[in-house]
């Protein structure tokens, strides 16, 4: 059974830096995609970064590139978003989700991923 839980969300100052974990089991990267979206409140989920360990890359929104760096623990099973930098306007609930993908080409759209964690909450003060 595939699972994701994401963990590292808070509270944080404008231009800090977090931190946040998906923790996956089920499945390998080397087989899956995996994504990060983001859901500001009252907004539509949009997606901010992609990454595939093999026959792939990372991919990132125009609104978080130079930002956010994903990173993976292969032995933990485990990817990271580090976000630097952050921006009131990055206050979201953020999810990591996953499909599975033989190549990995662009940013995945939410309607293409088919697991989902259920998100950690990341509050940017001004």
């Known amino acids: 059974e595939v699972q994701l839980v994401e963990s590292g969300g808070g509270l944080v100052q404008a231009g800090g830096s977090l931190r946040l974990s998906c923790a996956a089991s089920?499945?390998?990267?080397?087989?899956?995609?995996i994504g990060w979206f983001r859901q500001a409140p009252g907004k539509e989920r949009k997606e901010i970064s992609s990454?595939?360990?093999?026959?792939?890359?990372?991919y990132y929104a125009d609104s978080v590139k130079g930002r956010f760096t994903i990173s993976t623990d292969s032995a933990k099973n485990t990817v990271y978003l580090q976000m630097n930098s952050l921006k009131p306007e990055d206050t979201a609930v953020y999810y990591c989700?996953?499909?599975?993908?033989?190549?990995?080409?662009?940013?995945?759209?939410?309607?293409?991923?088919?697991?989902w964690g259920k998100g950690t909450l990341v509050t940017v003060s001004s």
């Open positions: 989700a996953a499909v599975r993908l033989t190549v990995l080409t662009r940013l995945l759209k939410e309607n293409e991923m088919n697991y």
């Open positions: 089920g499945f390998t990267f080397d087989d899956y995609a």
């Open positions: 990454f595939k360990s093999r026959y792939g890359g990372t």
